[in-house]
């Protein structure tokens, strides 16, 4: 995930401070992590569905514990990741809790390089880690090494370079370094606006708002909200180019009428509530709710909304 339009205003702010009088401000806490620390980094998932005739259906709620092992460096910190559990519903079978286990551990042993504010950038070493991801999916299947379908995703992990490899598997590591290291007042909530390329040359915008709502020196905790869109027309053309560069790219590509086309709603909300240490400047809590609407392959209206909440401790030694 890119880093907000909020943590480059930080950055900004930062700079400022340098040539200018300190103002202090209602929550301001620089993360500064010492060497091995320890974070026990939890993940609950949780993920609804729906489509155009049917009823909203909830797919399984997963847990994943992990232990990240977090060292400064230059860039910021080098991050490795251990899983240490997994917690699933009573409900679910033998062969797919068995199943579900193996699939939430291909990322045990995993490096990355993460920024000042832990947020992922690049996967380190990602050739031999992308071949060992590999080999756990062909191991998690039942299939060799060198099956096809194993065979197609080392390609595609292949064609990744470490910060697409980064942006792809760490989306969740993101979420909690959004409010990480960022100064904030009581008071109304800052507005930005972003934009990225994308295809056929469109630029696509978003909408982004943070608020701090709440600082308490007797509990030390402040809490923050944050607020991302897309914004709708440019979504919607670079959806339309995106479905337009596939068709020509990919035979069996879905062929949209240009019916189905004008009934293109790309869009994606993300709502997050943090709760931060105000001593470390940690995220402990993280609270987010993404909505995303799409065309299946029929071209008819869907949408996932994803939950998660995402907990962050550092061990004690």
């Not at 401000?25 to 569905?49: V, W």
């Not at 299939?143 to 942006?167: C, E, F, N, W």
């Not at 068709?247 to 062929?255: G, R, V």
């Amino acid at each position: 995930m890119q880093k907000t339009m909020f943590g480059r205003l930080c950055g900004a702010v930062l700079a400022l401070a340098l040539v200018g009088p300190a103002q202090a401000k209602d929550f301001s806490k620089p993360l500064a992590l010492p060497a091995n620390t320890l974070i026990n980094f939890t993940i609950q998932h949780e993920i609804h569905r729906t489509a155009e005739g049917t009823t909203p259906a909830s797919d399984l709620t997963v847990t994943v514990r992990y232990r990240l092992n977090v060292d400064p460096n230059t860039q910021g910190y080098h991050v490795k990741i251990n899983v240490i559990g997994v917690d699933l519903p009573s409900r679910v079978s033998a062969l797919d809790r068995m199943a579900l286990t193996q699939a939430s551990s291909t990322l045990s042993g995993l490096e990355y390089q993460a920024d000042q504010d832990l947020m992922p950038v690049e996967v380190l070493n990602w050739t031999t880690q992308a071949g060992k991801l590999a080999d756990s999916f062909a191991d998690l299947m039942g299939v060799k090494h060198d099956d096809p379908a194993i065979t197609g995703m080392r390609d595609l992990y292949a064609a990744m370079t470490p910060a697409q490899a980064s942006d792809s598997l760490l989306q969740e590591w993101s979420y909690p370094a959004i409010v990480q290291n960022v100064e904030l007042d009581l008071g109304p909530a800052l507005k930005a606006d972003t934009s990225a390329p994308g295809a056929g040359g469109q630029q696509l915008k978003r909408q982004e708002t943070m608020q701090l709502k709440s600082v308490s020196r007797s509990s030390n905790k402040a809490t923050i909200e944050f607020h991302s869109a897309f914004d709708p027309a440019s979504a919607n053309a670079v959806g339309r180019a995106t479905v337009a560069a596939l068709q020509a790219q990919i035979p069996t590509f879905p062929k949209y009428s240009e019916a189905q086309l004008a009934r293109l709603q790309i869009d994606e909300t993300m709502d997050c509530a943090y709760e931060m240490d105000i001593r470390t400047g940690l995220a402990t809590k993280s609270d987010c709710t993404k909505t995303a609407g799409s065309l299946d392959e029929k071209g008819a209206a869907k949408s996932q909304t994803d939950h998660w909440v995402i907990t962050q401790a550092i061990v004690a030694k």
